[in-house]
Each structure stands twice: as C-alpha cells, then as structure tokens.
C-alpha cells in the first residue's frame, strides 16, 4: 500500500516557475516508477512526465520537454517535479502516480492504468 501526498501548486506569472513536489507515505510496498500527470480545465487527464525510482531513465511528453524536470525520490520518499517557463496552457490540477508493478518504457509509462496509486491532485494556475 502507498499514499501518495501532492504539493507545491500555486499561482505564478507565466514564464515563471514552480516545483511540486510528490511524498509516498505508508510505504509497504515498493514501487518502480512515478508518473505526473496534468489535467487541464475540462480536458482529460494526460501524462507530462515519468522517472524510475532506482535509476536515471525518465520520460517527458514534448510540451514540456525543456521545460520541466523531474528528480527520483530522494530520502523522503519525495519526487519533485521542476516546472520552468510557465505558460498559461500548463494550468490545471498536476497528480502523482506510483507504479508498483513494472517498469514503464517509452511506449507505455502515458498508461494510466499502469499506476495503483494516485494522489489527490496540486493546482496550478498560471496566469498575468
């Protein structure tokens, strides 16, 4: 079992900055991958980046390549993900996600079903 705990959300300029961050609690089982994942004011719910837990491999979806960066769980079981050059486009609620079961790959890690355990969700909103 992980919860999964989202924060760091906010407002900022765009062209600005934020970095959220993703705390696993509870952990009693270990997991191979967190994804992020961006839901837009009535859009769906879409992936923007992944990183394996135990080494360096990482995936970005191509709006935010460049743009965001996202680090492997430090001693606190956190994942940060580092947003830079904002755009009003990148608001939305941001999730976290823990794939406990296998590792994603380049043709899957945008699956949303491959990952049990969800946070509840930081909002964003980029805006002048």
């Known amino acids: 079992q992980l919860t999964l705990v989202e924060s760091g959300g906010g407002w900022v300029q765009p062209g600005g900055s934020l970095t959220l961050s993703c705390t696993v609690y509870?952990?009693?089982?270990?997991?191979?991958?967190t994804g992020w994942f961006h839901q837009a004011p009535g859009k769906a719910r879409e992936a923007v980046a992944c990183?394996?837990?135990?080494?360096?491999?990482?995936f970005y979806e191509d709006s935010v390549k460049g743009r965001f960066t996202v680090s492997r769980p430090d001693a606190n079981n956190t994942v940060f993900l580092r947003m830079d050059n904002l755009k009003p486009e990148d608001s939305g609620i941001y999730y976290c996600?823990?794939?406990?079961?296998?590792?994603?790959?380049?043709?899957?890690?945008?699956?949303?079903?491959?990952?049990?355990?969800w946070g509840k969700g930081t909002q964003v909103v980029v805006s002048s």
């Open positions: 990183i394996h837990t135990y080494d360096e491999t990482r």
């Open positions: 509870d952990r009693t089982v270990d997991w191979y991958a």
């Open positions: 996600a823990a794939d406990d079961y296998s590792l994603p790959n380049e043709f899957t890690w945008r699956e949303q079903t491959k990952y049990a355990y």
